[in-house]
C-alpha cells in the first residue's frame, strides 16, 4: 500500500513564500516503489474543482507547471527522503486553496490530469491574506 503524506500549509500573507511538502512510502500493489512513480501536486479552491499545479517525472526528473503558476512555484526533490516539495513564492489570495499531493505508477508519458493519480495524501491548507 502507497502511503502520501502532505505538510507545510498555514495561513500567510500575500508576498509571502511558503514550502509543502509531501512524501511518499510503501509499494504499489505491483511491487513498484516511489522510484517508478510520477508525482504531483494540485490545488481545489472553494467552489472549484481540482486542478494541476506542478509535477515531477521520478525517473528522470522532468518538471512540468500549469501555467498559471509559472515563474512564482518550483517544485523539486530529495530522493534520500522520498520527499517532494513544492516552493511557493509571492503568495497571493488566489492561491488559497487546499493543496494535494497525488501519486500515480509512471508511463512513458507524464501527465497533469487528477483522474489518473491513484494514491493521494489528505491534503493541506494554504490560506493567503490580502
Known amino acids: 500500500q502507497v502511503e502520501v503524506v502532505e505538510s507545510g500549509g498555514g495561513l500567510v500573507q500575500a508576498g509571502d513564500s511558503l514550502r509543502l511538502s509531501c512524501t511518499a512510502s510503501?509499494?504499489?500493489?505491483?511491487?513498484?516503489?516511489?522510484?517508478?512513480?510520477?508525482m504531483g501536486w494540485f490545488r481545489q479552491a472553494p467552489g472549484k474543482e481540482r486542478g494541476f499545479v506542478a509535477g515531477?517525472?521520478?525517473?528522470?526528473?522532468?518538471?512540468y507547471y500549469a501555467d498559471s503558476v509559472k515563474g512564482r512555484l518550483t517544485i523539486s526533490r530529495d530522493n534520500a527522503k522520498n520527499t517532494v516539495y513544492l516552493l511557493m513564492n509571492s503568495l497571493k489570495p488566489e492561491d488559497t486553496a487546499t493543496y494535494s499531493c497525488g501519486a500515480r505508477l509512471s508511463l512513458c508519458t507524464f501527465t497533469g490530469t487528477n483522474s489518473y493519480y491513484a494514491y493521494w495524501g489528505q491534503g493541506t491548507q494554504v490560506t493567503v491574506s490580502s
Open positions: 510503501g509499494r504499489a500493489a505491483n511491487g513498484r516503489t516511489f522510484e517508478n512513480f510520477d
Open positions: 515531477i517525472k521520478w525517473s528522470d526528473g522532468s518538471i
